[in-house]
Protein backbone atom coordinates (compact mmCIF):
# COMPACT_ATOMS: atom_id res chain seq x y z
CA UNK A 1 0.00 0.00 0.00
CA UNK A 2 1.80 3.75 -1.04
CA UNK A 3 1.10 5.61 1.90
CA UNK A 4 2.34 8.88 0.36
CA UNK A 5 1.41 9.49 -3.02
CA UNK A 6 3.92 12.24 -5.35
CA UNK A 7 2.95 13.99 -8.32
CA UNK A 8 3.76 15.01 -11.05
CA UNK A 9 6.13 12.33 -11.85
CA UNK A 10 8.23 14.50 -13.84
CA UNK A 11 8.14 18.25 -14.19
CA UNK A 12 9.98 21.22 -17.01
CA UNK A 13 10.43 24.87 -15.74
CA UNK A 14 11.71 27.94 -17.39
CA UNK A 15 14.51 29.56 -15.38
CA UNK A 16 13.43 32.48 -13.10
CA UNK A 17 9.45 29.98 -12.80
CA UNK A 18 8.06 28.45 -9.75
CA UNK A 19 7.90 24.35 -9.18
CA UNK A 20 5.21 23.06 -7.56
CA UNK A 21 5.50 19.25 -6.30
CA UNK A 22 2.61 17.60 -4.76
CA UNK A 23 2.31 15.27 -1.83
CA UNK A 24 -0.64 13.10 -0.25
CA UNK A 25 -0.59 10.71 2.35
CA UNK A 26 -2.73 8.59 4.16
CA UNK A 27 -1.25 7.66 7.35
CA UNK A 28 -3.05 10.83 9.60
CA UNK A 29 -0.23 9.61 12.96
CA UNK A 30 2.43 10.96 10.35
CA UNK A 31 4.19 14.09 12.38
CA UNK A 32 6.95 14.78 10.11
CA UNK A 33 7.00 15.75 6.87
CA UNK A 34 10.44 16.58 4.76
CA UNK A 35 11.34 16.75 1.39
CA UNK A 36 14.60 15.48 0.02
CA UNK A 37 16.77 16.55 -3.33
CA UNK A 38 18.93 14.04 -4.59
CA UNK A 39 21.02 14.54 -7.94
CA UNK A 40 22.65 11.40 -9.85
CA UNK A 41 24.81 9.31 -8.17
CA UNK A 42 23.90 10.78 -4.82
CA UNK A 43 22.38 10.17 -1.93
CA UNK A 44 19.15 11.82 -1.00
CA UNK A 45 19.66 15.52 0.71
CA UNK A 46 17.31 17.34 3.12
CA UNK A 47 15.97 20.00 1.63
CA UNK A 48 13.15 21.25 4.14
CA UNK A 49 11.03 19.61 6.49
CA UNK A 50 7.62 20.36 7.91
CA UNK A 51 5.49 19.57 11.60
CA UNK A 52 1.88 19.53 11.07
CA UNK A 53 1.55 22.34 13.86
CA UNK A 54 2.08 24.89 11.24
CA UNK A 55 0.73 25.09 7.51
CA UNK A 56 3.94 26.82 5.90
CA UNK A 57 7.59 26.68 6.13
CA UNK A 58 9.76 29.03 4.19
CA UNK A 59 13.71 28.46 4.00
CA UNK A 60 14.97 30.37 1.43
CA UNK A 61 13.40 29.77 -2.18
CA UNK A 62 12.23 26.33 -1.02
CA UNK A 63 8.49 26.97 0.72
CA UNK A 64 6.11 23.62 2.35
CA UNK A 65 2.75 24.27 2.23
CA UNK A 66 0.70 22.08 4.30
CA UNK A 67 -2.99 21.10 4.80
CA UNK A 68 -3.38 18.86 7.66
CA UNK A 69 -7.53 18.41 6.55
CA UNK A 70 -6.37 17.40 2.82
CA UNK A 71 -3.60 15.41 4.27
CA UNK A 72 -1.84 16.72 1.63
CA UNK A 73 2.07 19.01 1.20
CA UNK A 74 3.66 20.54 -1.58
CA UNK A 75 6.97 22.18 -2.43
CA UNK A 76 7.31 25.61 -3.97
CA UNK A 77 10.14 26.06 -5.60
CA UNK A 78 10.64 29.68 -6.39
CA UNK A 79 12.57 31.60 -8.62
CA UNK A 80 13.73 28.13 -9.86
CA UNK A 81 17.38 27.69 -11.91
CA UNK A 82 19.48 25.10 -13.29
CA UNK A 83 20.91 23.77 -10.56
CA UNK A 84 17.77 22.85 -8.95
CA UNK A 85 17.56 20.24 -11.99
CA UNK A 86 17.17 17.04 -9.22
CA UNK A 87 15.05 14.52 -8.27
CA UNK A 88 13.28 15.35 -5.24
CA UNK A 89 10.91 12.87 -3.03
CA UNK A 90 8.65 13.86 -0.67
CA UNK A 91 8.14 11.78 2.73
CA UNK A 92 6.69 10.77 5.83
CA UNK A 93 7.01 9.74 9.00
CA UNK A 94 6.02 9.01 12.97
CA UNK A 95 8.25 10.70 15.67
CA UNK A 96 7.73 7.40 17.16
CA UNK A 97 8.61 4.93 14.64
CA UNK A 98 11.01 7.18 12.58
CA UNK A 99 10.94 5.18 9.91
CA UNK A 100 10.67 7.54 6.22
CA UNK A 101 7.97 6.35 3.92
CA UNK A 102 9.08 8.21 0.77
CA UNK A 103 6.77 9.33 -2.36
CA UNK A 104 7.70 7.94 -5.94
CA UNK A 105 10.20 11.03 -6.86
CA UNK A 106 9.70 14.51 -9.46
CA UNK A 107 12.48 14.42 -11.68
CA UNK A 108 12.74 18.42 -12.24
CA UNK A 109 13.76 19.78 -15.25
CA UNK A 110 14.75 23.63 -15.10
CA UNK A 111 15.67 24.89 -18.45
CA UNK A 112 18.62 28.08 -19.16
CA UNK B 1 32.06 17.33 9.82
CA UNK B 2 32.26 13.75 7.58
CA UNK B 3 28.96 12.76 6.29
CA UNK B 4 27.80 8.78 5.99
CA UNK B 5 30.45 7.44 4.42
CA UNK B 6 29.26 4.25 2.58
CA UNK B 7 31.86 1.70 0.68
CA UNK B 8 31.94 0.17 -1.94
CA UNK B 9 30.27 2.95 -4.52
CA UNK B 10 29.64 0.55 -6.74
CA UNK B 11 29.81 -3.33 -7.04
CA UNK B 12 29.10 -6.03 -10.04
CA UNK B 13 28.55 -9.82 -8.91
CA UNK B 14 27.12 -12.61 -10.75
CA UNK B 15 23.47 -14.13 -9.54
CA UNK B 16 23.89 -16.37 -6.60
CA UNK B 17 26.87 -15.15 -5.17
CA UNK B 18 27.60 -13.49 -1.74
CA UNK B 19 27.67 -9.48 -1.56
CA UNK B 20 28.26 -6.74 1.31
CA UNK B 21 28.14 -3.03 2.26
CA UNK B 22 29.92 -1.33 4.47
CA UNK B 23 28.38 1.91 6.42
CA UNK B 24 30.14 4.74 8.69
CA UNK B 25 27.45 6.92 10.07
CA UNK B 26 27.94 10.17 11.21
CA UNK B 27 30.08 10.73 14.24
CA UNK B 28 27.26 10.62 17.60
CA UNK B 29 24.50 9.46 15.44
CA UNK B 30 22.82 6.20 17.54
CA UNK B 31 20.25 5.99 14.63
CA UNK B 32 21.84 3.88 11.43
CA UNK B 33 19.48 3.06 8.79
CA UNK B 34 19.59 1.01 5.44
CA UNK B 35 17.51 1.69 2.39
CA UNK B 36 16.80 -0.33 -0.42
CA UNK B 37 16.35 2.71 -4.09
CA UNK B 38 15.24 1.09 -6.84
CA UNK B 39 15.69 2.59 -10.07
CA UNK B 40 13.22 5.37 -10.44
CA UNK B 41 11.69 4.67 -6.95
CA UNK B 42 12.02 6.61 -3.66
CA UNK B 43 13.81 4.74 -1.13
CA UNK B 44 12.46 1.84 1.44
CA UNK B 45 13.60 0.71 5.00
CA UNK B 46 14.73 -2.34 5.26
CA UNK B 47 16.33 -1.97 8.91
CA UNK B 48 17.13 0.91 11.41
CA UNK B 49 19.27 0.12 14.39
CA UNK B 50 19.18 2.05 17.98
CA UNK B 51 23.02 1.58 18.77
CA UNK B 52 23.57 -2.19 18.27
CA UNK B 53 20.23 -3.18 18.83
CA UNK B 54 17.95 -3.96 15.47
CA UNK B 55 14.84 -2.34 16.30
CA UNK B 56 13.17 -2.77 12.97
CA UNK B 57 14.01 -4.99 10.70
CA UNK B 58 10.16 -6.08 9.10
CA UNK B 59 11.30 -5.33 5.60
CA UNK B 60 13.99 -6.90 5.70
CA UNK B 61 14.09 -10.50 3.02
CA UNK B 62 15.93 -12.70 6.23
CA UNK B 63 16.13 -15.71 3.94
CA UNK B 64 18.85 -13.68 2.07
CA UNK B 65 19.93 -10.32 4.08
CA UNK B 66 21.28 -9.90 6.59
CA UNK B 67 22.46 -7.15 8.13
CA UNK B 68 24.68 -5.93 12.28
CA UNK B 69 25.93 -3.14 13.45
CA UNK B 70 29.10 -4.26 15.89
CA UNK B 71 29.60 -1.93 19.09
CA UNK B 72 27.01 0.73 17.73
CA UNK B 73 28.73 2.40 14.75
CA UNK B 74 30.02 1.22 11.63
CA UNK B 75 27.36 -1.45 9.72
CA UNK B 76 27.60 -4.41 7.03
CA UNK B 77 24.40 -5.33 5.14
CA UNK B 78 24.99 -8.72 3.47
CA UNK B 79 23.11 -10.68 0.81
CA UNK B 80 23.44 -14.14 -0.07
CA UNK B 81 22.64 -15.40 -2.14
CA UNK B 82 22.17 -12.65 -4.87
CA UNK B 83 19.24 -12.67 -6.99
CA UNK B 84 18.66 -10.61 -10.07
CA UNK B 85 16.06 -8.64 -8.57
CA UNK B 86 18.63 -7.27 -5.87
CA UNK B 87 19.80 -4.72 -8.53
CA UNK B 88 19.45 -1.30 -6.67
CA UNK B 89 21.01 1.09 -4.60
CA UNK B 90 21.16 0.48 -1.26
CA UNK B 91 21.74 3.72 0.97
CA UNK B 92 22.65 3.67 4.55
CA UNK B 93 21.40 7.05 6.60
CA UNK B 94 21.65 8.03 9.81
CA UNK B 95 20.04 10.64 12.49
CA UNK B 96 21.10 11.45 16.41
CA UNK B 97 18.64 9.17 18.71
CA UNK B 98 15.01 10.92 18.93
CA UNK B 99 16.32 12.93 15.70
CA UNK B 100 13.79 13.29 13.17
CA UNK B 101 16.67 14.29 10.66
CA UNK B 102 18.23 11.54 8.37
CA UNK B 103 21.10 12.26 6.53
CA UNK B 104 22.12 9.76 3.84
CA UNK B 105 25.52 8.22 2.12
CA UNK B 106 25.54 8.18 -1.57
CA UNK B 107 24.82 4.58 -1.76
CA UNK B 108 26.25 1.58 -3.11
CA UNK B 109 24.56 0.88 -6.56
CA UNK B 110 24.76 -3.11 -6.96
CA UNK B 111 24.45 -4.92 -10.03
CA UNK B 112 23.83 -8.77 -10.44
CA UNK B 113 24.59 -10.09 -13.64
Known amino acids: QQQVKQSPQSLIVQKGGISIINCAYE??????FPWYQQFPGKGPALLIA?????SEKKEGRFTISFNKSAKQFSLHIMDSQPGDSATYFCAASKSSARQLTFGSGTQLTVLP | EAGVVQSPRYKIIEKKQPVAFWCNPI?????LYWYLQNLGQGPELLIR????????DSQLPKDRFSAERLKGVDSTLKIQPAELGDSAVYLC???????????FGQGTRLTVV
Open chain 2, 49 to 56: YENEEAVD
Open chain 2, 93 to 103: ASSLQGGAEAF
Open chain 2, 27 to 31: SGHNT
Open chain 1, 50 to 54: IRPDV
Open chain 1, 27 to 32: NTAFDY
